[in-house]
């Protein structure tokens, strides 16, 4: 079992910053990546970055050269620092863990809104 505990989500005006962290408990020698999904109002939850175990990240076409995930081992903490915030970010955004067994957690969501 694993448990995530998202923050960092808050207002912020286009063109600012911000971080979310992600912090996991439990069988954390289970994970084998961790990523970050958003979901606004109406759409599906999409893919906003991922990292493996080894350090591989992937991100969105929407975030690349804004958005950077990384992650601490020894926390056992996710980020996602987000620059050059635009509205259509707005979203909330949730932390994902996948394990080798292929299951997923989920955290509860943080809520980003970009002013304009």
């Known amino acids: 079992q694993l448990q995530l505990v998202e923050s960092g989500g808050g207002l912020v005006q286009a063109g600012g910053s911000l971080r979310l962290s992600c912090a996991v408990s439990?069988?954390?020698?289970?994970?084998?990546?961790m990523g970050w999904y958003r979901q606004s109002p109406g759409k599906q939850r999409d893919m906003v970055a991922t990292?493996?175990?080894?350090?591989?990240?992937d991100y969105a076409d929407s975030v690349k050269g804004r958005f950077t995930i990384s992650r601490d081992s020894a926390k056992n903490t996710v980020y996602l620092q987000m620059n050059s915030l635009e509205p259509e970010d707005t979203a909330v955004y949730y932390c994902?863990?996948?394990?080798?067994?292929?299951?997923?957690?989920w955290g509860k969501g943080t809520l980003v809104t970009v002013s304009s």
């Open positions: 994902r863990v996948t394990t080798f067994y292929d299951t997923n957690y």
């Open positions: 439990g069988s954390i020698i289970t994970i084998k990546h």
């Open positions: 990292i493996t175990r080894g350090g591989k990240t």
